[in-house]
């Protein structure tokens, strides 16, 4: 269980309602500088711990305009945040997404625009989002096997994939970072492996546990920890931790002679939550303070009132909803967040 620490004072003279100057403060005294936006909640691929084979998607009107994307994002900036992730589904699918990403990428005090992606779409793309001020990029990949490529995506293309890590590379991005989905018996014995096109490839990677959302079964058959993937590593590589930060929950080890860092992001094992510095906004409008957890704020009809002040009000006050943390571990066998990873935006 995680424990339920007292709330402490945050830096500055806080309001009741999370604001703290220009800044946002959570009632246990944790900035939040990083907002998660998911533009999308389609995807061209149909990965099997991500959502249902036979998905139902967001009828149109249910999803946020670009236009009310770029209003929420200026939102946030004008509040302190200065790291923002455009997510999805695949956000690159999203029709006219590289207006938005211009768009934030001119935006004053955002210094840290990223973007998550499938990668099947970056040999077309990543030379506008370089253009565009995109700064790094995140490219799931969790095998490197087309075969077993297509059976975790159900349709997906690994070539597009290689191709779309060759053209960020040209277009000049640094530091792009792959995330492999930890799961036994489906790609476990290519841990190595993707470490070694990794460093071959002067990526980064992450390990990620795998998360219990959405109504998917059998995961507590398919997890593993970080602690199990460092062992399998240390067999084939000697691993230096280190103390360096992407701004999010990965933590990162080295080996020697290499650029590449090596990261585990460990929602199960070793949660991040008690210097959590960041929030989810769904391609629906729907705030969510904690991945793991159900409380919402709904912005999308505030976005429709056409009233920033309100809108404004409502992210600080979704600082006083913003939980300690979760507990994945307990919700292995019976998720309590239903809604699936793709809905949520990464």
Same mark, same amino acid.
């Given at each position: ?14 309001? /009741? ?14 900035? &939040? ?5 998911? $533009? ?111 059976? $975790?995506?159900?349709?997906?293309? $690994? ?35 993707? &470490? ?25 058959? %398919? ?7 460092? %062992? ?34 460990? /929602? ?79």
């Amino acid at each position: 269980m995680i424990p339920t620490p007292p709330v402490v004072a945050a830096p500055g003279t806080e309001t /009741p309602t999370g604001q703290s100057g220009n800044t946002l403060i959570d009632k246990y005294g944790r900035r &939040v500088s990083y907002l998660r936006l998911s $533009i999308t909640d389609r995807c061209d691929f149909r990965c099997t711990y991500c959502m249902a084979e036979e998905m139902t998607f967001l009828p149109r009107d249910e999803v946020m305009s670009l236009e009310e994307c770029l209003r929420i994002a200026k939102v946030f900036v004008g509040l302190g945040v200065n790291k923002l992730r455009i997510t999805g589904g695949e956000p690159l699918v999203r029709k006219d997404a590289m207006w938005l990403i211009e768009q934030l990428g001119a935006l004053p005090g955002l210094d840290n625009l990223v973007l998550t992606t499938n990668g099947s779409q970056l040999e077309r793309f990543a030379a506008p989002l370089r253009a565009a001020g995109v700064k790094r990029l995140n490219i799931s990949l969790d095998t490197l096997r087309p075969e077993r490529f297509r059976a $975790i995506t159900r349709i997906g293309d $690994i070539n597009k994939v290689f191709n779309g890590i060759a053209a960020a590379r040209q277009a000049g991005f640094r530091r792009t970072k792959l995330n492999t989905v930890m799961m036994r018996g489906t790609n476990d014995d290519e841990f190595v492996e993707l &470490v070694r096109f990794s460093l071959a490839n002067e990526l980064d990677i992450s390990f990620i546990e795998e998360m219990p959302l959405g109504d998917i079964q059998g995961r507590n058959q %398919t997890y593993i920890s970080s602690e199990e993937a460092r %062992t399998i590593l240390g067999q084939h590589f000697e691993l230096t931790p280190c103390d360096e930060s992407s701004g999010g929950p990965a933590r990162y080890w080295r080996i020697a002679g290499h650029e590449s860092r090596i990261g585990f992001i460990s /929602p199960h094992s070793h949660n991040f939550c008690d210097s959590c510095n960041r929030v989810r906004v769904t391609a629906q409008g729907e705030l969510h303070p904690c991945l793991g957890q159900n409380d919402v704020m709904h912005l999308l009809p505030i976005l429709r009132g056409q009233n920033d002040t309100d809108l404004r009000q409502a992210i600080i006050d979704s600082m006083g909803i913003k939980p300690f943390g979760h507990d994945f571990s307990q919700q292995l066998e019976t998720p309590q967040v239903v809604r699936f990873m793709s809905m949520t935006g990464g």
